[in-house]
């Protein structure tokens, strides 16, 4: 039995409605990290930031590119995404380099495991894109290295950086669940119907449970 025309469209929109969060998602976060380098306490570390920023381009340029080759306007596909993603930015201002690093930690790992559980109900070649661009990377070793030093450094940090890093979570993971109830297509309620609100919920206890793991490793309380 082939596909439904409904099914098939429905596909698309999901297709369209989550590379459009993910290339939004990048394209802020080169403009933030950018905008953090600033607080670097040394040229190398600003460098190191600019070097993120720039993968963080290059994520956004595949999207770009994967959007149109759908026939999909980038831009337009953007632009739901654009005012949400911005006041969660406006909501989480680091006040210096160590929250800069932090937050940039918690936003990576957290938003690629949220792309990578949507992109399940995605068909074989845009889960496997999806999976590409949203799998951790050395841009993540590299933040956690800095956290890990940071802490090394000055373990008075690790009470600080733990309730910057819960209330980065909280954020995160709120602003999570406003994506999938605004966007109800990047719920995963297309495991067969269901509870929408129940499943955003289901969703964001996994990236909980998932971010605290994490968290733990560096020595931190979730």
Do not use: C
């Not at 800095?146 to 733990?162: C, F, K």
């Not at 309730?163 to 109830?181: I, N, S």
């Amino acid at each position: 039995m082939g596909i439904s025309p409904d099914a098939a469209a429905s596909a698309g929109q999901l297709s369209a409605e989550l590379l459009g969060a993910m290339a939004y998602g990048e394209l802020s976060a080169f403009g933030r990290l950018s905008l953090d380098s600033r607080y670097a306490p040394t040229l190398h570390d600003r460098s190191v930031f600019a070097k993120i920023a720039v993968g963080a381009y290059g994520n956004f340029a595949l999207l770009n590119d994967r959007l149109s080759e759908m026939g999909v306007d980038p831009e337009q596909a953007m632009l739901p995404f654009q005012r949400s993603f911005d006041h969660f930015h406006e909501r989480t201002k680091p006040g210096d380099w160590f929250e800069s690093v932090m937050k940039a930690y918690v936003i990576d790992t957290v938003s690629s495991d949220f792309y990578r559980a949507v992109s399940m109900f995605l068909d074989p070649t845009t889960r496997h894109f999806v999976e590409r661009v949203a799998s951790p990377d050395q841009a993540t070793e590299v933040l956690r290295v800095l956290i890990r030093r940071a802490l090394a450094d000055d373990p008075r940090l690790a009470s600080r950086l733990a309730l910057w890093g819960r209330r980065l979570v909280g954020e995160a993971l709120t602003q999570a669940q406003r994506v999938g109830m605004e966007h109800p297509l990047l719920g995963p309620l297309l495991k067969g119907g269901g509870d929408a609100r129940a499943a955003v919920r289901s969703l964001t206890t996994e990236l909980a449970d998932k971010h605290g793991r994490r968290m733990t490793g560096l020595g931190l309380t979730a």
